[in-house]
């Protein structure tokens, strides 16, 4: 069975630090993995996907991710955080169109 | 575009009542997925539907029923209400199998 594992629970950072948000798989075969992100009160909105072929992927407000299969990790980047970059952060992976398996969220709080 | 609506944003209800939820996919999106967030969570996969079909279901009693329209619209019912079904209910939608999902704002169900 697939499952994802997001370590860090809560995570502060100062605006303008860089940030990095973990992300760990388990899947039996190729993977396809997404980053949402959920604001107080709201949906999930997507940050950036990966099906396939180049394993750093850009994604929309400044983030990446990049795939390593043999760390079985899809870690998410960002260079230089803002202060509306704090909310909750979510990692899935499934097939593309049918379930995803979410991880448990990584909640971002963003210190002036 | 519209995204994906819900409806309605909020509901509260009592133990052993029954609930109707609603969403609208995409315009043109023929895929709709049903998923709940409990607070503190990750999202839970409930069902899938494309084209009017059951693709997929969760691991979730058969309380929860789903069905979709030939507008492609979505109905997820959840009967019997437990405390333990209040949550936050989304729906998601693709355009098709190859696409990721795209969520609506949810449905946030208070269970009294």
């Known amino acids: 069975a697939q499952s994802v594992t997001q370590p860090d629970i809560h995570i502060t950072v100062s605006e303008g630090a860089s940030l990095e948000l973990r992300c760990n798989y388990s899947?039996?075969?190729?993977?396809?993995l997404f980053w949402y992100v959920q604001s107080p009160g709201q949906g999930l909105q997507l940050l950036l996907k990966y099906f396939s072929g180049d394993t750093l992927v850009q994604g929309i407000k400044g983030f990446e991710a990049e795939f390593k299969r043999s760390q079985s990790s899809f870690n998410l980047r960002k260079p230089s955080v803002h202060w509306s970059d704090a909310a909750e952060y979510f990692c899935a992976v499934g097939e593309v169109g049918r379930a995803l398996t979410f991880g448990s969220g990584t909640r971002l709080q963003v210190q002036p | 575009d519209a995204g994906v609506t819900q409806s309605p944003t909020h509901l509260i209800k009592t133990r052993g009542q029954h609930v109707t939820l609603r969403c609208s996919p995409i315009s043109g999106h023929k895929s709709v997925s049903w998923y709940q967030q409990v607070l503190g969570q990750g999202p839970q996969f409930i069902f899938q539907?494309?084209?009017?079909?059951?693709?997929g279901r969760g691991n979730f009693p058969d309380r929860f029923s789903a069905r979709q329209f030939p507008n492609y619209s979505s109905e997820l019912n959840v009967n019997a209400l437990l405390l333990g079904d209040s949550a936050l209910y989304l729906c998601?939608?693709?355009?098709?199998?190859?696409?990721?999902?795209?969520f609506g704002d949810g449905t946030r169900l208070s269970i009294l």
């Open positions: 899947y039996g075969a190729t993977p396809y």
């Open positions: 539907y494309y084209e009017k079909e059951e693709r």
């Open positions: 998601a939608s693709s355009l098709g199998s190859d696409q990721p999902q795209h």
